[in-house]
């Protein structure tokens, strides 16, 4: 029987031969670093320290406490209508408590409402920590955007209506020896990251904090996007768009898939999966206003072929 194989989109192989059940599927990855990062601290509620190269989180040795902000562009990282199927956060400690410090268990929350990251730095070298006063729309212990009226709903952001009180990942963060630390891959995670790739409106980040409030000396300080080469970043593996469907019918080859509004698209296929086989264009999608589904058709000629649907 005439076989003819599919490879769903760049990095994603899957193989489809009429008359058996074949296939293999592998997942492309990307590396997304943070595009905004910033501190909530307690001690000094109205500063803030969008434009240092620390993101505080934890309690320190007085019990006040700092949690994080994070934020990455998915969207922009990552094609559209893909599968996230794995995420995992790495973030660098620069930083612990001079006198002592106590292990515990740092988690990432999913932030339901925007914030502004600012661009202040504390301006006192021995305590970097304590961030310089906001101006409008930076955030605050008490504010989401300073000297607006979007304040958080209690200080420091409240779960439920802030943040949401599930966990997205969790790790025990020790000291600077075990940098850096690794959130890995929960089911919660990828939901977070799927949604933000399918509705960007709705991405807010992560708030981090620190599991164990109620104990000193869990603060720790966490390398900020302002720290180039110790920037913190996710690590995405996900399947890319592809066909939904094919099928054979009428001396041709259907491809059936969802185009989204306004991408375009180009279906390619070449003969062979050797680095000497060439991909030649079958056909361009002009991008739609809206969502469409379509179908794009291939003689069933009697030569193999594979197919691939790719972002131009």
């Known amino acids: 029987m005439l076989a003819r194989h599919v490879q769903f989109s760049c990095g994603l192989i899957g193989v489809l031969t009429f008359g058996s059940q074949s296939g293999r599927i592998q997942a492309d990855t990307a590396i997304v670093t943070s595009v905004a990062d910033t501190t909530l601290i307690e001690t000094e509620p109205d500063n803030n320290l969008g434009g240092a190269r620390i993101v505080n989180a934890g309690t320190t040795q007085n019990f006040t ?75 605050t212990w008490n504010s989401r955007f300073a000297f607006t009226t979007n304040a958080w709903t209690t200080p420091g952001a409240a779960a439920s209506s802030d943040y949401s009180p599930e966990v997205s990942a969790e790790t025990t963060v020790y000291g600077l020896g075990d940098s850096p630390y690794t959130f890995a891959s929960m089911p919660a995670l990828v939901a977070d990251v799927q949604a933000w790739l399918d509705d960007p409106a709705t991405n807010y980040g992560w708030l981090l904090i620190c599991e164990s409030e109620e104990v000193n000396f869990t603060a720790r300080r966490f390398a900020s996007r302002e720290d180039t080469g110790r920037a913190p970043y996710l690590v995405i593996e996900y399947a890319p768009p592809k066909f939904d469907r094919v099928a054979a019918t009428n001396g041709q080859l259907d491809l059936f898939f969802a185009a989204q509004a306004n991408q375009a698209y180009t279906v390619e296929f070449r003969t062979g999966l050797a680095s000497s086989d060439h991909w030649s264009t079958l056909t361009n999608v002009a991008a739609s206003p809206t969502t469409t589904n379509l179908v794009v058709s291939d003689p069933l000629i009697g030569t193999q072929r594979f197919f691939r649907l790719r972002l131009p």
């Open 65 to 139: 406490r700092n949690r994080g902000l994070f934020r990455f562009d998915i969207a922009g990282q990552i094609p559209p209508r893909s599968e996230i199927i794995r995420v995992d956060f790495v973030v660098e400690v620069t930083g612990q408590p001079k006198d002592d410090f106590a292990p515990s268990s740092f988690a990432l929350h999913r932030v339901g409402r925007p914030w502004g990251e600012g661009d202040k730095a504390s301006p006192d070298p021995t305590h970097p920590g304590l961030g310089a006063p906001a101006t409008a729309g930076e955030a």
